[in-house]
């Protein structure tokens, strides 16, 4: 199974690094479950912010209308291509223990976000 056979568009929304986290966090509220993955101007992706880096912000006692989401955002993300094996990058994956797997395509922008729900599918198939 390639990796651009997994439904890569659900449980994430995309955001910019000048962002704020008042405004993340509005994001992130819609999603039922899953991340803002933060890209920059010429859509690759620079880092993934999840709600535990906000509620680090806000207990921390930070104005999170100033924060942006390059202040906070977590940067060890791994990036696969869309025409990989998943079962090449499955080893890596557990080896590594990425804070996001995301897909790019060939010009090295966002393609979309690999989450545990389709992580699980490529095992179960």
Do not use: W
């Amino acid at each position: 199974m390639k990796v651009s056979e997994l439904v890569l568009t659900d449980e994430h929304d995309t955001i910019s690094p000048d962002t704020s986290l008042v405004e993340a966090t509005k994001k992130l509220l819609s999603l039922p479950r899953g991340v803002l993955i933060i890209l920059d101007s010429d859509n690759s992706p620079k880092g993934v912010l999840a709600d535990a880096q906000i509620l680090r912000a806000v207990s921390e006692g930070l104005d999170c209308h100033s924060e942006t989401c390059a202040n906070h955002m977590n940067t060890d993300i791994m990036s696969v291509g869309l025409n990989t094996e998943v079962s090449e990058i499955v080893s890596e994956m557990n080896a590594r223990k990425p804070h996001a797997v995301v897909a790019i395509d060939d010009d090295g922008c966002f393609a979309g976000y690999f989450s545990p729900n389709d992580y699980r599918e490529a095992l179960s198939s």
